[in-house]
């Protein structure tokens, strides 16, 4: 099979031929018809994960058809359509058992933990625990869009947020994990404020769901202008970014007893940022963690997507061929669009 390679961390990545993966005994070969391009794969060629063994294949958010099981796989044949979170449960550890899969003892992530989606065959393991079947209606393309910052944004609002109608959910960053955010939120009846230093995503914000927006990088205060268009915070906000600044002022604009979803990861000089604890004292705020979603709660999410009610085709900004992701892997201003990028060939 082709397949994006890269056999040194910030080194070049090459398309090479290289050996067709093969399924274990509960696990599936995926052919690849789209894979999105997320800034987690940036993060991995860099080497910030100490899961990536090299050389390496980056992707993780994918869609296609299975092209092979294992012997003991029960669930699933060859040709049916799926798509597949990015974290990948064992199905027997504690997490698991619990039915929370996206944080197991175990987990496998295609494109870290093993290599990945830019390519066109991917293998993933537990098949039976993982593959998720895609409704006939929702292309491979749109599929691709939901398999990291998609499906992360919803549980990130949906569970991990716990949203309400008519509540204020302030989002920290519209690439493509915070426009999804502020879709969904959206959707479900929430008032919606984007923030991001860039006036196209703004705009496209607005397009998919915002009530209001604001620019941080011409703003005296974001803080304060979420204060002041809320009436006194946000009752949830959300860091899509990842940064010390937007973390800290996701936390920093919510109302009494508010709660600050972090998804966004943090790196370099930031990775572990200072916090303003005074303040998560003082009011009661919730700080949470939100890490995918497991294969088995994408019914609702597609549910949503089937009837209209969301519309992540709407956040797909481009499709590439393998050979430019690659390219521009180490450089990802090189694609720079306002929502997402998805690889859809691998000619």
Not at 115 to 130: C, F, K, M, P, T
Not at 226 to 241: K, M, N
Request: glycine share 10%; net charge negative.
């Amino acid at each position: 099979m082709r397949a994006a390679v890269y056999e040194e961390f910030q080194g070049p990545v090459q398309i090479c031929a290289v050996d067709d993966p093969l399924p274990d005994s509960t696990g599936a070969v995926i052919k690849v018809e789209a894979t999105g391009v997320c800034r987690s794969d940036w993060h991995g060629w860099m080497g910030h994960d100490k899961d990536i063994i090299l050389p390496h294949v980056p992707g993780h958010e994918l869609a296609g058809v299975v092209a092979a099981v294992g012997g003991e796989v029960r669930d699933w044949r060859e040709g049916d359509r799926v798509t597949v979170p990015f974290v990948c449960g064992c199905g027997k550890c504690a997490e698991c058992q619990s039915g929370n899969h996206q944080v197991c003892d175990h987990q496998t992530q295609p494109g870290f933990t093993h290599w990945g989606s830019y390519a066109e065959l991917v293998r993933i393991d537990h098949a039976d625990v993982n593959l998720v079947s895609l409704p006939a209606d929702i292309g491979f393309v749109t599929a691709a869009s939901l398999g990291c910052r998609f499906a992360t944004s919803f549980r990130a609002v949906a569970a991990q947020g716990n949203v309400q109608p008519d509540t204020w959910v302030a989002v920290h960053g519209c690439g493509g994990v915070g426009l999804s955010a502020c879709m969904i939120a959206n959707a479900f009846d929430a008032k919606v404020i984007a923030i991001d230093v860039d006036e196209d995503a703004l705009e496209l914000a607005r397009t998919v769901g915002a009530n209001e927006t604001i620019n941080a990088a011409t703003s005296a205060s974001v803080v304060e202008e979420i204060r002041t268009l809320t009436g006194g915070g946000a009752h949830l906000s959300i860091d899509a970014l990842g940064s010390r600044k937007t973390c800290i002022d996701s936390i920093s604009a919510l109302r009494k007893r508010g709660r600050h979803v972090q998804i966004g990861l943090l790196a370099g000089d930031d990775y572990r940022p200072a916090l303003p604890m005074e303040l998560v004292i003082a009011n009661e705020l919730e700080i949470i963690g939100s890490h995918g979603m497991q294969a088995f709660e994408y019914g609702r999410m597609l549910e949503m997507i089937s009837s209209g009610a969301l519309q992540p085709d709407l956040l797909v900004g481009q499709t590439v061929p393998l050979a430019r992701a690659a390219e521009s892997l180490g450089s990802p201003a090189n694609l720079q669009t306002a929502g997402v990028t998805v690889i859809d060939s691998f000619c």
